[in-house]
């Protein structure tokens, strides 16, 4: 079974600071990697897409791959109590998504 | 980025009935289209991958001639809960995938009384 674990949370980090996501997964074959953000009661809405290794950097947001390690990461800078949500992990192979159990983010303003 | 509608947004019903939930692509078509089903404070299950033109290929643990799945066209996939119980309410999510990405449609309230 492909497994997608992430720190449930809550973590609480202040408006400013930098808030910083991990997620780990099982299937090494895993080609795509995606975090989503998700409000309560709304669907998710994909925030970063990676591909190859390394960092990629979109505004506020970078995300982090390392397949040796089979790790992804998502770094929010300046953290806004809008972005209080979960973010789910999610990561993709033979055209399906594995998503990790989401962690919760609150931004104290 | 893509946008992908569901209809209706919220449904409550009694047991025994069926609902029928609609997921459109609206500026893309989408060859394939993906079922979750989100119960409170858990994750995304996938329950079913649509493709369009031929049959639904579903999770296992899903019930096929329950969650019976029709995706007649390249903009519209369609779930159809039969004969639903109290167990069956959760969130239903579709989303539809141009090359690569998967993009969410807003979701179905389902409550079944």
């Known amino acids: 079974q492909k497994e997608v674990e992430q720190n449930s949370g809550p973590l609480s980090v202040p408006e400013g600071a930098i808030a910083s996501l991990n997620c780990t997964y099982s299937?090494?074959?895993?080609?795509?990697f995606f975090w989503y953000r998700q409000y309560s009661g709304k669907s998710p809405e994909l925030i970063m897409s990676i591909y190859s290794n390394g960092d990629k950097e979109d505004g506020r947001f970078t995300a982090q791959l390392n397949k040796a390690s089979q790790y992804v990461s998502l770094l929010i800078r300046d953290s806004q109590p809008s972005d209080s949500a979960t973010y789910l992990c999610a990561v993709g192979s033979d055209y399906k998504l594995s998503f990790g159990a989401g962690t919760t983010v609150t931004v104290r303003a | 980025g893509a946008v992908v509608s569901q209809h209706p947004s919220r449904v409550i019903c009694k047991s025994g009935t069926s609902v029928k939930i609609e997921c459109r692509s609206l500026?893309?078509?989408?060859?394939?289209m993906f079922w979750y089903r989100q119960f409170p404070k858990k994750s995304l299950m996938l329950m079913a991958t649509s493709n369009e033109g031929s049959k639904a290929t579903y999770e296992q643990g899903v019930e096929k001639d329950k969650f019976l799945i029709n995706h007649a066209s390249l903009t519209l996939s369609t779930l159809t809960v039969t004969s639903a119980h109290p167990e069956d309410s959760s969130f239903y999510i579709c989303?539809?995938?141009?090359?690569?990405?998967?993009?969410f449609g807003p979701g179905t309230r389902l409550t079944v009384l």
């Open positions: 299937d090494r074959v895993s080609q795509s």
């Open positions: 500026d893309f078509q989408a060859t394939t």
């Open positions: 989303s539809a995938s141009p090359p690569n990405e998967q993009f």
